[in-house]
């Protein structure tokens, strides 16, 4: 079945840049959105924005002028860029498997990702 | 954009007893709500679809309902498993969004 695995690092300093990717095995990443979602610490999920391979990408108000979604089908990886970071971006970071009728039913362990120097 | 309400935020409720969560959209979103169980330190998981469809491999224990701009997510004979945060969640349009979820405790 398919499965997604997180990974990138787990401490970023402020005002750099985050940088997530999403491993995607068990299937191919075409003909579905791929969204990421985080939770800081005893807080509720927010999700961040979706992208479909080969198409656009939407993106939640509250963070769109620092997010940036991109997708490699050759890789079967989609990547999440947050720019300017402060220790309010620190939380799980989760990417998940979605479309249209199903809202998102694959989703990955996640990743904690620390801002902090 | 529309928010998603989630009520109660927490609730405790005893192995057998039925409960029931409620969603509300500050707008209709015809049918296109999802619901998802957290289990503590766990991801989410997908329990309902469209409102009222149930996952495949989910509990039949389970059980969406609703359209426009109220939903209910009932839980029958609560089991100790079920102890974790539901969280409603829309898709309506090209923004998803989450409530702010309920947190199910057992007594």
Redesign the interface.
């Given at each position: 079945q398919v499965q997604l695995q997180e990974s990138g690092p787990r401490l970023v300093k402020p005002s750099e840049t985050l940088s997530l990717t999403c491993s995607v095995s068990g299937g191919f990443i075409s003909s579905y959105y791929w969204?990421w979602?985080r939770q800081p610490a005893g807080k509720?999920?927010?999700?961040i924005g979706?992208i479909y391979p080969g198409g656009n990408s939407?993106y939640?108000?509250a963070l769109k002028s620092r997010v940036a979604m991109s997708a490699d089908t050759s890789k079967n990886q989609i990547s999440l860029t947050l720019t300017s970071v402060s220790a309010a971006d620190t939380a799980v970071y989760?990417c998940a498997r979605?479309n249209?009728?199903?809202?998102?039913?694959v989703?990955?362990?996640?990743t904690t990702v620390t801002v902090s120097s | 954009d529309i928010q998603m309400t989630q009520s109660p935020s927490t609730l405790s409720a005893s192995v057998g007893d039925r409960v029931t969560i409620t969603c509300r959209a500050s707008e209709s979103i015809s049918s296109w709500l999802a619901w998802y169980q957290q289990r503590p330190g766990k991801a989410p998981t997908l329990l309902i679809y469209k409102a009222s469809s149930l996952q495949s491999g989910v509990s039949s224990r389970f059980r969406g309902s609703g359209s426009g701009t109220e939903f209910t997510l009932t839980i029958s004979n609560l089991q100790p498993d079920d102890l974790a945060t539901y969280y409603c969640q829309k898709y309506n349009d090209y923004l998803w969004t989450f409530g702010q979820g309920t947190k199910v405790e057992i007594k």
């Open positions: 969204s979602i509720g999920l927010e999700w979706r939407n939640n108000p989760y979605g249209a009728v199903f809202g998102m039913d989703w990955g362990q996640g | -």
